[in-house]
């Protein structure tokens, strides 16, 4: 099993920054790849980035490139996002998600991950 634990969600008005970390315990030796994904109310749970655990190879929903940055701390077994020029449409409970198959590149595909944590509210104001 692997235990997934989000923090650093809060309020922020829009054009402000938010940090999320999310840290890995357990088998994270059988994991590839880290995700964040989010939903807001009344949607369905969407993919925001994810990191490969070697090489560091990220993937950006078009809606956050050039906003969020995902980096990955192998020591610590931790993920971050990064999130700058924040928009009330960013407002959503984030999810870390790890994945439970093998992939040379993270996937945006919710059944690629197998693992979840329990998600950390981002509220944007205008």
């Known amino acids: 099993q692997v235990q997934l634990v989000e923090s650093g969600g809060g309020s922020v008005q829009a054009g402000g920054s938010v940090r999320l970390t999310c840290v890995a315990s357990g088998r994270t030796f059988s994991t590839y790849y880290i995700g964040w994904f989010r939903q807001a109310p009344g949607k369905e749970r969407e993919f925001v980035a994810a990191i490969t655990w070697s090489g560091g190879i990220t993937s950006y929903a078009d809606s956050v490139k050039g906003r969020f940055t995902i980096s990955r701390d192998n020591a610590k077994i931790t993920v971050d996002l990064q999130m700058d020029v924040l928009k009330p449409e960013d407002t959503a409970v984030y999810y870390c998600?790890?994945?439970?198959?093998?992939?040379?590149?993270?996937?945006?595909?919710?059944?690629?991950?197998?693992?979840w944590g329990r998600g950390t509210q981002v509220t944007v104001s205008s």
């Open positions: 998600a790890a994945s439970g198959k093998f992939s040379n590149t993270p996937t945006s595909a919710r059944g690629d991950y197998a693992y």
